[in-house]
């Protein structure tokens, strides 16, 4: 095969040649000053994002008989990162040998994030918020994620005027929701329908109240009593539809399992689309079965190695987190992808309605055990959260 021949070909050949000594002559006329330690964009993102944070509890306050609000500030630094309202943290304790976290939705606004406050709302309900409402502190130092989560307003996707339904604790995103529109850190409207038992079990009346006078609509809806300005019974499609126009709005719902299902069922009729309708997601909850199995658990984190009891009613994660591993999660519902795991072998059962892995994930054995229960002896191998 003949090539033909080029002058500029002969040129780049002479150029080559000759490329270390020109290097040499421009690495000499190069400043002798040391690179920067850091850069301004790495410091902006660990700011933004700084993974996992060193907090302190500086103040606990009595919401109701049940119900507690607690606020923390940062000690590794002098702000928490901004987030959107509705979003959330996971809080962590060791508690004996077992070291647990669990989620809670942000009840303080994104701009007292600046100030360095950062509020949750905690009923007194399960193991680790029973530890906070009975045993918590002021001084108590916790490990808390950075704020995460989709249960937020998206203006490209939701309408203008959201409609926010919360029931018991439920109420606590939509706090920061109502104070971010306050602080005009968001833009929309607001309907913000409440329901709870009783009177005494209504949290943050004083805040309710301050809504109000800001234009939120906000309506109480009593289940077991009757009260002049309160409505009296069920979040239903009848309530719903005397406060706002159903077919333009955007409903968010945080509340128990029971209130999702019953609401959604009562909007069935109107066909609404799925973009709509969101929910705030809640933990995995164990399963109901008597007599649970007890099989060995061997994980592999690093370059350390442990093998532990995992009974068949509770998720992987909590019996690592009984055994005091620190294992990586964050919504431990499954949808975050946060405690991302590899199954390298054994049999596991993913909750119901819960699996968000992608199709690759699955096909490489790739598992969250936030919702995955064991069915064998199992091993797997796992990220350390930090």
Same mark, same amino acid.
């Given at each position: 095969?003949?090539?033909?021949?080029?002058?500029?070909?002969?040129?780049?050949?002479?150029?080559?040649?000759?490329?270390?000594?020109?290097?040499?002559?421009?690495?000499?006329?190069?400043?002798?000053?040391?690179?920067? /330690?850091?850069?301004?964009?790495? #410091?902006?993102?660990?700011?933004?994002?700084?993974?996992?944070?060193?907090?302190?509890?500086?103040?606990?306050?009595?919401?109701?008989?049940?119900?507690?609000?607690?606020?923390?500030?940062? *000690?590794? %630094?002098?702000?928490?990162? =901004?987030?959107?309202?509705?979003?959330?943290?996971?809080?962590?304790? /060791?508690?004996?040998?077992?070291?647990?976290?669990?989620?809670?939705?942000?009840?303080?606004?994104?701009? #007292?994030? =600046?100030?360095?406050?950062?509020?949750?709302?905690?009923?007194?309900?399960?193991?680790?918020?029973?530890?906070?409402?009975?045993?918590?502190?002021?001084?108590?130092?916790?490990?808390?994620?950075?704020?995460?989560?989709?249960?937020?307003? #998206?203006?490209?996707?939701?309408? %203008?005027?959201?409609?926010?339904?919360?029931?018991?604790?439920?109420?606590?995103?939509?706090?920061?929701?109502?104070? $971010? @529109?306050?602080?005009?850190?968001?833009?929309?409207?607001?309907?913000?329908?409440?329901?709870?038992?009783?009177?005494?079990?209504?949290?943050?009346?004083?805040?309710?109240?301050?809504? /109000?006078?800001?234009?939120?609509? +906000?309506? @109480?809806?009593?289940?077991?009593?009757?009260?002049?300005?309160?409505? %009296?019974? =069920?979040?239903?499609?009848? @309530?719903? #539809?005397?406060?706002?126009?159903? %077919?333009? +709005?955007? =409903?968010? &719902?945080?509340?128990?399992?029971?209130?999702?299902?019953?609401?959604?069922?009562?909007?069935?009729?109107?066909?609404?689309?799925?973009? !709509?309708?969101?929910?705030? $997601?809640?933990?995995?909850?164990?399963?109901?079965?008597?007599?649970?199995?007890?099989?060995?658990?061997?994980?592999?984190?690093?370059?350390?190695?442990?093998?532990?009891? $995992?009974?068949?009613?509770?998720?992987?994660?909590?019996?690592?987190?009984? $055994?005091?591993?620190?294992?990586?999660?964050?919504?431990?519902?499954?949808?975050?992808?946060?405690?991302?795991?590899?199954?390298?072998?054994?049999?596991?059962? *993913?909750?119901?309605?819960?699996? /968000?892995?992608? !199709?690759?994930?699955?096909?490489?054995?790739?598992?969250?055990?936030?919702?995955?229960?064991?069915?064998?002896? &199992?091993?797997?191998?796992?990220?350390?959260?930090?």
């Amino acid at each position: 095969m003949k090539f033909k021949k080029s002058i500029f070909g002969f040129i780049d050949m002479i150029r080559f040649s000759k490329i270390t000594d020109v290097r040499a002559k421009h690495l000499a006329q190069g400043s002798n000053k040391p690179l920067p /330690k850091t850069y301004r964009t790495n #410091e902006l993102a660990k700011e933004l994002h700084p993974g996992y944070m060193k907090v302190e509890l500086i103040d606990i306050k009595k919401l109701t008989p049940t119900m507690k609000e607690f606020t923390f500030k940062r *000690v590794d %630094h002098n702000k928490f990162p =901004f987030f959107k309202a509705g979003q959330y943290v996971s809080l962590q304790a /060791k508690i004996g040998e077992s070291l647990v976290s669990r989620p809670y939705s942000i009840a303080s606004s994104p701009h #007292e994030a =600046f100030k360095n406050i950062l509020k949750l709302g905690i009923q007194k309900e399960g193991y680790f918020s029973t530890y906070m409402c009975e045993k918590a502190k002021i001084g108590d130092t916790f490990i808390m994620s950075e704020p995460t989560g989709e249960f937020k307003f #998206e203006s490209l996707r939701d309408h %203008h005027h959201i409609v926010c339904v919360a029931g018991g604790s439920g109420i606590t995103p939509f706090i920061s929701m109502g104070n $971010a @529109l306050i602080d005009k850190d968001e833009d929309y409207e607001m309907t913000l329908i409440y329901g709870v038992k009783n009177i005494s079990l209504i949290a943050y009346k004083d805040t309710l109240e301050k809504f /109000k006078k800001y234009g939120i609509n +906000v309506v @109480l809806v009593l289940s077991d009593e009757e009260k002049e300005g309160y409505e %009296h019974g =069920f979040i239903n499609a009848k @309530l719903l #539809e005397k406060y706002v126009d159903i %077919h333009n +709005v955007t =409903f968010f &719902m945080c509340g128990p399992e029971i209130m999702y299902q019953f609401v959604k069922k009562e909007l069935a009729p109107y066909d609404l689309p799925i973009k !709509a309708i969101h929910q705030d $997601a809640s933990c995995c909850p164990d399963l109901d079965i008597k007599n649970p199995k007890i099989y060995k658990l061997t994980v592999k984190m690093q370059d350390q190695v442990y093998v532990i009891d $995992a009974k068949e009613n509770e998720t992987l994660l909590v019996s690592m987190e009984r $055994a005091g591993i620190n294992a990586p999660n964050k919504c431990r519902a499954g949808g975050c992808g946060w405690c991302n795991s590899i199954c390298i072998k054994g049999e596991y059962l *993913v909750a119901q309605n819960r699996d /968000k892995r992608r !199709a690759a994930d699955i096909k490489f054995n790739h598992i969250h055990p936030c919702i995955t229960y064991p069915k064998s002896d &199992m091993e797997i191998e796992v990220p350390l959260a930090y």
